[in-house]
């Protein structure tokens, strides 16, 4: 059974740090893209990060570009954003992705965790 489960956010001020995490299992994690998005209340979901399978290539929006690094432990099969300088505007839900290299077309999803940036 594919899991993907995000934890990590919270509530921060503006200027302020998070790092969120996303522990995969039920599927080959070393092989897999891996992905962030996020989702604002009323707005569409946007690729906020990517990460290819080996970490030797990264992407970033430019919106957070700077501010925001995707990493990833291929042996604990965990993916990360630290994001920093947070800004009221990062307000968001954040969601994990996976895109396995072996199974084209197929993406797994986590159920998002939220993010809030308010004084």
């Known amino acids: 059974q594919v899991q993907l489960v995000e934890s990590g956010g919270g509530l921060v001020q503006p200027g302020g740090s998070l790092r969120l995490s996303c522990a995969a299992s039920?599927?080959?994690?070393?092989?897999?893209?891996m992905r962030w998005y996020r989702q604002a209340l009323g707005k569409e979901r946007e690729l906020v990060a990517s990460?290819?399978?080996?970490?030797?290539?990264?992407n970033y929006s430019d919106s957070v570009k700077g501010r925001f690094t995707i990493s990833r432990d291929n042996a604990k099969n965990t993916v990360y954003l630290e994001m920093n300088s947070l800004k009221p505007e990062d307000t968001a839900v954040y969601y994990c992705n996976a895109a396995p290299l072996y199974y084209a077309g197929i993406n797994y999803w986590g159920k998002g965790t939220l993010v809030t940036v308010s004084s």
């Open positions: 039920g599927f080959t994690f070393s092989r897999s893209t």
């Open positions: 990460i290819t399978n080996t970490a030797d290539s990264t």
